[in-house]
């Protein structure tokens, strides 16, 4: 079974960093792409970015474009999340996906809370 599991978020202030991490556990057929969505309060899940495995190809949301990074440490199993210039709207609940064909987000992680304030 494949299990996803996000840490690292957290309360920060307005311009500050926060890296979130995803531990990938289980056995995958295959993996196209591993990526970060978000849900904040009232809202629908929103894309944020993700990692093509097979490329090393990443895609960002406009909104996090030039202030978020993602990467992989494919020996630690683990994806990342560098999210720099933070902004109140980047408060969200922040969730870990794998995709294992392309555009449909599979398994997903539980979340973590990112809560920037003002």
């Known amino acids: 079974q494949v299990q996803l599991v996000e840490s690292g978020g957290g309360l920060v202030q307005a311009g500050g960093s926060l890296r979130l991490s995803c531990a990938t556990s289980g056995r995958v057929v295959h993996t196209y792409a591993l990526g970060w969505l978000r849900q904040a309060p009232g809202k629908e899940r929103e894309f944020v970015a993700d990692i093509t495995l097979n490329s090393g190809g990443t895609t960002y949301a406009d909104s996090v474009k030039g202030r978020f990074i993602i990467s992989r440490d494919s020996a630690k199993n683990t994806l990342y999340l560098q999210m720099n210039n933070l902004k109140p709207e980047d408060t969200a609940v922040y969730f870990c996906?794998?995709?294992?064909?392309?555009?449909?987000?599979?398994?997903w992680g539980q979340g973590t809370q990112v809560t920037v304030s003002s």
């Open positions: 996906a794998l995709q294992v064909v392309a555009g449909v987000w599979e398994y």
